[in-house]
């Protein structure tokens, strides 16, 4: 990587970086505040709960379909697993805002006998959020996904209800390598999947436990997200949302056009995905690896 690659890769960190930072302080804030209200807020709560039993001598748990907000959205997912290869070649590297990958020294990350992408997130998180697209764009260049499910991230958190997909019960299959997603809480932040023992080391090691964290083969890593969630029309005020999100066909319909902003910070992430995972793949297939949509990465991955 030249100096000016190096540059390009530091300055797009740092950027995204005191961003999450930024955001981060301004929830821990908002957090507080809730704690110190809340024994108002359980002594409004028990007050409720006599007056509702009251009314209501029984009542039915809630059912799956009531308590989730995941959906099937078949058009959505299509667009976004099969972009057109000139699209991808039109976008290349992204805008300058867009982070690069990380160069990891490690023991190679396999399961099956194949290179692995290991990714950790939860369903909440916004910068999460904004990786998903682009993680599953760059896979699908190698493989097939199905049962993939649309969501929203936290409304209360930064960037409130960014529109997003989740990995969570969704099946990929590729003959290149294996993929293995972990959705580590729900929106609601409750525990969801669990990472094992060599799993959490590896978050741990590299990222103190932030995620979204995504490990490429062993040799590349995605250190939080590799552009903002405002790409998709959401404010960085916690639980403001005021501003308008995208619906998750507009994010679809625009990575079909390569000169939307949507387009330029998906899509160019998921090039620097593609390019670190032809790394581990042996350049196979190599129609993916040798289009110019990873040749325009270079060494800055």
């Known amino acids: 990587m030249g100096k000016a690659e190096r540059n390009r890769a530091q300055n797009a960190r740092q950027r995204i970086a005191l961003q999450q930072q930024a955001a981060r ?7 507080a505040f809730i704690v110190g209200g809340s024994v108002l807020a359980v002594i409004v709560i028990v007050v409720a709960i006599v007056v509702i039993k009251s009314l209501h001598k029984t009542s039915a748990a809630p059912t799956a379909s009531s308590t989730t907000t995941a959906k099937t959205v078949p058009t959505v997912a299509t667009e976004i697993t099969s972009v057109p290869a000139a699209v991808l070649n039109k976008v290349g590297a992204g805008p300058s805002d867009v982070a690069p990958l990380k160069t990891i020294t490690d023991k190679a990350l396999t399961m099956n006998g194949k290179p692995e992408v290991l990714y950790m997130g939860a369903e ?46 969704s099946t990929y299959t590729s003959k290149y390598l294996t993929f293995d997603p972990i959705e580590l809480e729900t929106v609601s932040e409750a525990p969801l999947q669990k990472a094992d023992a060599a799993q959490t080391a590896l978050i741990n090691k590299y990222t103190q436990g932030q995620f979204p964290f995504v490990d490429v083969g ?9 552009y903002l969630p405002s790409t998709l029309g959401t404010n960085p005020t916690a639980g403001d949302i005021s ?59």
């Not at 062993?218 to 590799?226: L, M, P």
Request: charged share 15%; proline share 3%.
């Open 25 to 31: 302080r301004a929830e821990a804030q908002r957090r």
């Open 124 to 169: 909440y998180c916004p910068y999460c959020a904004a990786e998903r697209w682009a993680l599953a764009e760059a896979l699908s260049r190698f493989g097939t996904f199905s049962n993939l499910h649309f969501i929203h991230s936290s409304s209360t958190d930064v960037y409130a209800a960014t529109p997003t997909l989740t990995f969570y019960q």
């Open 218 to 226: 062993g040799k590349f890593i995605v250190d939080g997200a590799q």
């Open 243 to 301: 501003k308008t999100a995208l619906t998750w066909q507009e994010v679809g319909s625009d990575m079909q056009n390569p000169n939307s902003s949507v387009a330029q910070a998906i899509l160019g992430a998921a090039n620097h995905v593609t390019a670190a995972i032809c790394k581990m793949t042996g350049d196979q297939p190599s129609t993916v690896c040798k289009s110019a949509s990873v040749t325009s990465i270079g060494g800055d991955i």
